[in-house]
């Protein structure tokens, strides 16, 4: 049985809340279950230096934790003056995703840098990360179109990203904190709403496991995502 | 006329919500207005290695702010590799105002580590986050009285803090960014229940300021801090 | 046609050289075509202190590249002061693909530390690191076996890895530069000898990819692997 | 009984010397007893990015301790690779109180940077250093004014600084080691001639104090400060 | 007996393969005995800022060693964030050694990057890495005379570096490992073909030596350097 | 002719004033012509971890300038979070002259930091430090014998350092800064009081000079220091 009696390719309870930020142009809280994180996203008006003239836009993502985020607490990466390989791994993935989602010609020569920062974890942080950031990402778009800076909004995709794991033999959609850590097999996906792939990473905690089984959590994580880009839509239309 | 209609003696409205964090021994998200500082204590069973043996305790803290938790985003600390001098000063005071409230003797050789990270800043961020921070670490040594780690509360004095400053030529108490950020002179106060002063600190941002002034912003300190020692008992009851 | 007339599910030409440092008690020169990775593996009889008195040992890796290894050069990380987040997120990768192999109980409470320097570049420098240092690793944990300070060898799978990438519409096996510069979909793939799955990451570079897509390189990547640990077998032997 | 046989409203033996310096524009070594702290002002025709165009000049302050400048060796900031908090917080302080007391527009679109090194520490190393950077940035300005790059003496108010505390109950002014170490109460008073108040900076070490103390410390600091505004005006004149 | 039969005056066997770099303008794998660096010349058409303008080039040079380059494995210098003082020595070297052979207002505004990389290390690192940095260099200008970018080579001096000690009471040139560690005294010496001083450094390890010693070091450099400029014309004809 | 008429083997005016340091256990203040070098000896009654144990002790140096002790202001050190290289050079040159002057084992399991910080700069600063260190480094172990914690003073050699060059074709000792800036050769020496050779650094800045120069620059380097290390005795006695 899993916690709260949940069914196999059930998500958690998922609340995105769009617009929190006083002051981001994007934003949102998005929580699956007792993971919380907010995601902002901030328009500036430069792009990085090696992109200058190019006409294109471009979008990255930084990630944090609150040191006390979870049950012990860690170390304020600020001031043990550098961030661990994980937030970059992390970082690095919400960037790629997010880029992938857009037209950074139809963005016009200007950046946005979304900001997830976990409030509380609980399990799959990364991609209720990306899921909220494309949520920031996209009402920061729509304001720009608002403002007149870009004719047309330049989200071309609408996608999210949920977690899947093998636990105690059986193929899981949106793993908590108590079953990714006795989990035989991880594995993290960004899909489109469709189920078109954007970014996978899977990952044997135990013995290697099997085509088809990571066919099967494939086919979880297209059930929980498409479940995720309808919340994704409620919360930007509210 | 103070932005709101306030009266120059009147503090932002004030919610000081103790227990928010699923895993800290000691919480509160303390709010100033529209300034919003999420504040924990976690206790940690070492000391420094420099107390190791002296039978006391030790109250550390860390000050961050989220990158868009103000008008335009700031850097990341932990990307920069780097903590600010404005954040170094605020960690250090925040760190000195909790140890003056606490007896390290009675807490025994522990370590309680304060975190205040500002979720959204409209000025007077460091009191609010040493007025949310008392009540997470108040909270936390009730926790150890309860465990029987410690047979005695350790806090010594009810302790909170507020800004004050003279704007347009008046004296005002708690003020928010429009108002901070056109002062002519800028203090901050932790005193006790009773006005006790724990720590000022005051600066003249345009001409110097008389001692006269100075004792009404103290007057007017003393004043806040009574009402925000009441809020922090309340928070610590519910 | 890809370059030299390549077939799709066709790897470059491997070399393997095991043994090739004078001082390493594991190492391996790997060449998949123009790509070359030096891999050592060190044995340290000193664990991480997290990990004093569990009786298990532990696997690392750090991944470096030579700052003219590629078309233009690259900065020094060691003068940068910091390894950029690329470096990272690959050494994260072999690390975890290598303590996917082995037995880290019979490894004993020592830590195998595994270097992958790449001297030449040409695509897939991540995927060659892997293949050599499961040479460097297996050999590091032969001669332990000899120096009878194990008593059986710890590594329990036979694996590598190898990239693949959808170029021109076409899946294909072990993309060399100009094919992944060019990819619409580049994947990497660290398997046993058998298609068990340790670690897949899969991203789109343009248009999301279909699932079948995904199948296909998964596919290739087993065929490609299967003769990757033919040559591993055989640089052992030698 | 002061240390010396010290009145608590005497200062310490002090001496200014300005233009010790072979190569800076401006400088001063400045002696309160045996804490001594080298000073110099140095003209950059450049001003920080921030505020190019502005037609405004600023001036910033850098602070750092010999390693052997205290009883027992610290260790060297630039060999740790980081300044520590204390010293960050120091030189802020002496930025803030030098830029108040000088007219940016008039000093015109350069900065002046203040490195305030101590040789020796007896106690009051902040108020000696602000005392000392006072007279080389009148200094350097007055030199501006010769070269005729400005035509009037930027250098709005006469101020200086010095330490207070309350040592076995008594109100004492200029605080030496052995007092500083053993106070209940210690504050840092930066004032004009006059006794207008430019920063003030407070902070109980025992129990909290009352404000009639603090008003007491304030008369003592401004006697000292007056006196050590006259130190100032003799060393600039010889 | 020295090592391997040889002769006092007897360099180790040398190798020198020039052009080995798939990428890089210039290049050389200096092999002296079993110490082996890769030397790479990175030609860059900016030169850094404090030139701009001067019509001037500039050459500079990094060092680095592979982590188990050695009998025991040293840490990643970028791993760990900062280059060790004994690399920063080394490399300051090698660029000053550089600079001295060649004309910088020949070489035009532009720079020349050196890497020498240490792949496999038995004393003598730095000098072998002078040695086949100056067939780099002089490879890559060779180049840019070909390209037409320069109309004259700007090499001025040939020449090259070579180690001399005294161990067990003789003076011998080219040190290796086992000779270095029980060296009296130790001397590294950069000499044009002719003889002519470069740079020279020489530390005693043990009790100081005489002039006259000194005066029989450099005599065996001079011989070994004849040699090794040698080695280089015949590196860069083939 | 010379600056200030001086003989081309004539030092500039030396002062060596030995324990100016209210709290080192050694100490001297270096002042060759306008360079002042502040030289402080540390006694610490550990020895680094590697050396735990060994029964010897150890010696090491430390080496900053003043931002202000020269023509131009230079970044300070400790701001800019690390030591540069020229730093990092010279204080390793320091560290090994005043070991091979000392019986580490002598001097027990203890280790003396040496810490040389130039106020002023007038060319020759390594030199003067290693001079003035030998005095601090001697008075330290005096009083280590007066405190009977060795029996026997360790310094084995009595040693100093000086510079020489070759200005406008003529062999010079003890260059000045505008003397440095114009040398075709450059020299440091640290010898023994009657020439034995500690440590010597000769580099052309132009062409390559004659061993016959080196001989003539080592002479001139021998009388000065001679008269040093009559100074550092006069020094050590008063």
């Given amino acids: 049985?899993?916690?709260n009696n949940r069914a196999l390719d059930e998500l958690r309870p998922i609340s995105l809340e769009a617009g929190i930020s006083r002051y981001a142009e994007g934003s949102?809280?998005?929580r699956f279950g007792e993971t919380h994180v907010l995601c902002?996203?901030?328009?500036?008006e430069n792009v990085p230096r090696w992109m200058k003239g190019s006409g294109k836009g471009w979008v990255t993502a930084e990630y944090g934790m609150l040191p006390r985020a979870t049950h012990s607490r860690n170390n304020r990466e600020a001031a043990r003056g550098k961030q661990g390989g994980r937030t970059v791994e992390i970082q690095r993935l919400i960037?790629?995703?997010?880029?992938?989602?857009?037209?950074?010609e139809k963005l016009g020569e200007r950046q946005?840098?979304?900001?997830?920062?976990?409030?509380?974890?609980?399990?799959g942080t990364r991609t209720a990360s990306i899921t909220g950031a494309w949520v920031a990402l996209s009402q920061a778009c729509n304001k720009l179109v608002e403002q007149g800076l870009i004719s047309e909004n330049p989200v071309t995709y609408k996608m999210a990203a949920v977690s899947c794991g093998i636990v105690d033999g059986t193929c899981r959609l949106d793993l908590e904190y108590v079953e990714d850590s006795a989990a035989q097999a991880d594995a993290n996906f960004v899909l489109t709403e469709d189920g078109g792939?954007?970014?996978?990473?899977a990952s044997s905690e135990?013995?290697?496991?099997?085509?088809?089984?990571?066919?099967?959590?494939?086919r979880l994580a297209a059930k929980g995502i498409s479940e995720l880009c309808k919340a994704q839509a409620a919360a930007l239309e509210s």
Same sequence: chains 1, 2, 3, 4, 5, 6.
């Avoid at 902002?40 to 500036?44: I, N, P």
């Avoid at 792939?197 to 990473?201: A, G, H, K, N, R």
């Avoid at 135990?206 to 494939?218: Q, R």
């Fill in 197 to 201: 792939i954007i970014e996978v990473q």
């Fill in 28 to 30: 949102c809280l998005a």
């Fill in 40 to 44: 902002t996203a901030s328009v500036d």
């Fill in 1 to 3: 049985m899993r916690p």
């Fill in 95 to 104: 960037g790629r995703a997010l880029r992938a989602s857009i037209d950074l």
């Fill in 206 to 218: 135990d013995v290697p496991f099997k085509a088809s089984e990571m066919a099967e959590l494939t």
């Fill in 112 to 123: 946005v840098i979304i900001d997830c920062d976990v409030m509380q974890a609980d399990g």
